[in-house]
Every structure is written in C-alpha cells, then in structure tokens.
C-alpha cells in the first residue's frame, strides 16, 4: 500500500525557514514522480515542485524559485522541500503525492495517494 506523510510544518516569522519532510512507503522513488503541492484558504491547491524518477529531474515553480529547493533521499525513502525566505503568502497546507503518469505536471488530478498534509503558517 503506498503511503505519504509530511511532516515539518509550524509557525515560523517572516524571512525564515522550514524543512519538510515527506516518509514514501511502499512505493519507490525511482518508480515516479513526487510532487510537492500546497492550498492557502479560499485558492485552489497548486503544484510548487516535483521531482521526477530516475532523472531526478526537478522542476520549480516561478512562483517559489530561489527560495524553495525539493530533494531526495533514495535510501530512506523521503522527499524534502527546503523553505527560505518564507513569507506571509507562503501560509498554506502543504502536501506531497505521487504522480500517476509518466509526465504529471502541475495538475493535481494527475496525482495520487496524497498525504494528511502539514500547516506551514508564515506571520509575525
């Protein structure tokens, strides 16, 4: 059974940073793409950063480029997504899935097996 869960979300002041972290079980990293998406209230969940298979390609939204950087660790099984430089607009729930295509993009609906989901809260 594939499974995700996030973890490392918290309040943090303006200009900071968090590190979080997704636990992929039952499913390899080199098998697909995982996904790093977040909702703020009231918008509609959007992808910020994905990291593909075997090519460890990593794509960034422009949004979030420069300030936020995904990663992998193969032999634990886990995605990081590196914050700095938070900022108020950054607040959201922030989750991880697992691409169900070769290419899955930015659309949610290609993802699956999403996680809980962690609150990542920007204010100070």
């Known amino acids: 059974q594939v499974q995700l869960v996030e973890s490392g979300g918290g309040l943090v002041q303006p200009g900071g940073s968090l590190r979080l972290s997704c636990a992929v079980s039952?499913?390899?990293?080199?098998?697909?793409?995982i996904g790093w998406f977040r909702q703020a209230p009231g918008k509609e969940r959007e992808g910020i950063a994905r990291?593909?298979?075997?090519?460890?390609?990593?794509y960034v939204r422009d949004s979030v480029k420069g300030r936020f950087t995904i990663s992998r660790d193969n032999t634990k099984n886990m995605v990081y997504l590196q914050m700095d430089s938070l900022k108020p607009e950054d607040t959201a729930v922030y989750y991880c899935a697992r691409g169900t295509t070769a290419f899955p993009g930015w659309d949610s609906r290609s993802y699956a097996d999403w996680g809980p989901g962690t609150q990542v809260t920007v204010s100070a």
């Open positions: 990291i593909k298979n075997r090519s460890g390609l990593i």
């Open positions: 039952g499913f390899s990293l080199n098998d697909g793409t």
